[in-house]
């Protein structure tokens, strides 16, 4: 089946720390893969994504990249500021589905 | 584009009572989705449509659920009568229906209910 893993949070940084949130997946054929981000009190929003193997999708200065070889999708960024404080989402959309299939989720408090 | 529009973006309602959340994609997204998102169980799918039909209802937790889609522009959950453990946050959803990021699903701000 289907299934995303996230690292449990919350991960508490210092400002300008580096940030890594571990993503694997278990997926058959070839998924699309993504992180959402969700701050305080609203909806999820798009941070980035990646549909094939060894693409790399960034935003924000936030860079994850698609590891087939590792079923892997880890979120890095350079160095983390107060306003990245949010929780995180890991998904997968299988290929040819439009169903996202999440990941529980990791918060992030970043501290000044 | 306005986005996902999501009404009312607080419930307060007492045990027994129906509540009605409205939803409306953004124009032109041919699939809509509603999930559930509690501390507990995290964010679930509960249905999702494509063209205004059901086309996975299987998320949805029981009978007192109920979605409808009567058009492309607006949709619909219920919950009838509602309990204390229906109390979280339900997100709408949508995406395109084909091509280059048809995959990408857009989020409304949510309503978050509390059934007391």
């Known amino acids: 089946g289907n299934s995303v893993t996230q690292m449990e949070g919350p991960v508490t940084l210092s400002e300008e720390a580096f940030l890594t949130i571990n993503c694997t997946y278990t997926?058959?054929?070839?998924?699309?893969l993504f992180w959402y981000v969700q701050y305080p009190g609203e909806g999820l929003q798009l941070l980035l994504k990646a549909t094939k193997a060894d693409d790399k999708g960034s935003n924000k200065g936030f860079e994850a990249t698609y590891r087939k070889e590792t079923t892997s999708f880890h979120l890095e960024k350079g160095s983390v500021q107060v306003s990245d404080s949010a929780v995180y989402f890991c998904?997968?959309?299988?290929?040819?589905?439009?169903?996202?299939?999440f990941g529980a989720g990791t918060r992030l408090a970043v501290h000044p | 584009d306005a986005g996902v529009i999501q009404s009312p973006r607080h419930e307060v309602t007492e045990m027994g009572q129906e509540v009605t959340l409205r939803c409306k994609p953004i124009s032109g997204h041919d699939y809509l989705f509603w999930y559930r998102q509690t501390m507990m169980r995290g964010l679930e799918l509960l249905i999702y449509?494509?063209?205004?039909?059901?086309?996975?209802d299987s998320g949805m937790p029981e009978d007192r659920f109920s979605a409808k889609m009567p058009n492309a522009s607006f949709s619909t959950l219920k919950i009838q009568p509602s309990e204390p453990r229906d109390s979280a946050v339900y997100f709408c959803?949508?995406?395109?229906?084909?091509?280059?990021?048809?995959?990408?699903?857009?989020f409304g701000p949510g309503t978050r209910l509390t059934v007391l």
């Open positions: 449509f494509n063209n205004n039909v059901p086309i996975d």
């Open positions: 959803a949508s995406s395109l229906g084909a091509g280059e990021g048809a995959d990408t699903q857009y």
């Open positions: 998904a997968l959309s299988p290929r040819g589905y439009n169903k996202l299939i």
């Open positions: 997926a058959t054929g070839y998924p699309s």
